[in-house]
């Protein structure tokens, strides 16, 4: 969670220095007496719109990670849900065993089977989570040291 903080922080002021750069550059562009003092304006202009993409990824990646958090936590609910079913599991064999006068079979080794590959899945969401906060925090480090004053 503090990882996101610190994004959305990085975000707010990266948004605040290009709207403010980019009205000002709007303002200079405007009242400029010539094509050629407007054509000078041109880096600016262009990393006014190299800012906005740059924004819009680290969006994107926020979002991207949002998801695979979402579902790892969804996987996780899963997870312990299924457990707390087999918890119950004994009970239910007892019952079918008294009723029918016979072991769980094929039935009870496919349930653990579909356990297995569900913890699978999951343990990849988790790695996923880890992946994908890590890369985010590397480019946070990366855009903030190339942000302007």
């Known amino acids: 969670m503090m990882l ?24 200079r562009a405007e009242n400029a007496v010539s094509e050629t003092v407007r054509e000078s304006m ?3 202009f262009e990393a006014i719109r190299a800012v906005e993409k740059a924004i819009e990824q680290r969006v994107a990646a926020i979002v991207a990670y949002g998801d695979k958090v979402r579902l790892a936590m969804t996987k996780q609910r899963e997870r ?6 087999q918890a119950r599991d004994d009970a239910y064999g007892e019952l079918l065993a008294e009723a029918a006068t016979k072991q769980l079979g094929a039935d009870h080794l496919r349930t653990v089977t579909d356990l297995e590959a ?15 906060g890590r890369w985010l925090a590397e480019a946070a480090d990366l855009l903030s040291s190339d942000e302007p004053d």
């Open 42 to 44: 041109r880096p600016q």
């Open 4 to 27: 996101l903080r610190e994004q959305e922080w990085q975000l707010a002021r990266l948004l605040y220095k290009q709207q403010r750069l980019g009205e000002e550059l709007k303002e």
């Open 80 to 85: 312990e849900q299924i457990e707390a079913a």
């Open 118 to 132: 569900i913890r699978k899945v999951w343990e990849a969401s988790i790695r996923e989570v880890s992946e994908a």
